[in-house]
T-cell receptor, first 115, second 115 residues
Framework: AQKVTQAQTEISVVEKEDVTLDCVYE???????LFWYKQPPSGELVFLIR??????QNEISGRYSWNFQKSTSSFNFTITASQVVDSAVYFC????????????FGTGTRLTIIP | KAGVTQTPRYLIKTRGQQVTLSCSPI?????VSWYQQTPGQGLQFLFE???????NKGNFPGRFSGRQFSNSRSEMNVSTLELGDSALYLC??????????????FGPGTRLLVL
């Protein structure tokens, strides 16, 4: 079975601090994709990044960076110099052929940036 | 391109009633998936439609049904509403829904409250 674990339920940091959101996944499939979504209070899930199982290169996009490590089945997300607008719930998700191609989500991490 | 749209945004119903939610995918996207989000269960996959056919189904009772029209718009229906059906219902679209590499883009959701 597929599973995504986000052990951090809630995190609060002071603005401008760096913060890392953890994501650990389980799948039997060798080909899979990992995603991060952001859910602001409005409710819409906003796509942030997609990473395939064969590409372990870290990715940086502005203040956001992602660290994918197959050896530990983790796909962690770091926000550098956090801002109040980063306050949201962040979801890590997994999609593979084994899972009938549906997205399996973690339980989410609520991030609060304190001004 | 316009994003995924969902109507209505908010609904209040009473137990035993039925409800229909609507989703219009991004132009050119032919796959539509539905998810239910609750505080207790998180984000759970309901079903996925492609070319007017249900291709995948999650673990929900038969009271939950859906359909897709020739223009790729989709509706989901919940009959005999129960209190536990109160949730945010999210619709997501992707181009073909085939293969784990496709990114699903989400709408703003319909927030359903059952009294």
């Amino acid at each position: 079975a597929q599973k995504v674990t986000q052990a951090q339920t809630e995190i609060s940091v002071v603005e401008k601090e760096d913060v890392t959101l953890d994501c650990v996944y389980e799948t039997r499939d060798t080909t899979y994709y990992l995603f991060w979504y952001k859910q602001p209070p409005s409710g819409e899930l906003v796509f942030l990044i997609r990473r395939n199982s064969f590409d372990e290169q870290n990715e940086i996009s502005g203040r956001y960076s992602w660290n994918f490590q197959k050896s530990t089945s983790s796909f962690n997300f770091t926000i550098t110099a956090s801002q109040v607008v980063d306050s949201a719930v962040y979801f890590c998700a997994l999609r593979s052929n084994f899972g009938n191609e549906k997205l399996t989500f973690g339980t989410g991490t609520r991030l609060t940036i304190i001004p | 391109k316009a994003g995924v749209t969902q109507t209505p945004r908010y609904l209040i119903k009473t137990r035993g009633q039925q409800v229909t939610l609507s989703c219009s995918p991004i132009s050119g996207h032919r796959s539509v998936s539905w998810y239910q989000q609750t505080p207790g269960q998180g984000l759970q996959f309901l079903f996925e439609y492609f070319s007017e056919t249900q291709r995948n189904k999650g673990n929900f009772p038969g009271r939950f049904s859906g359909r897709q029209f020739s223009n790729s718009r989709s509706e989901m229906n919940v009959s005999t509403l129960e209190l536990g059906d109160s949730a945010l219902y999210l619709c997501a679209s992707s181009q073909t829904g085939t293969g784990p590499q496709e990114t699903q883009y989400f709408g703003p959701g319909t927030r359903l409250l059952v009294l």
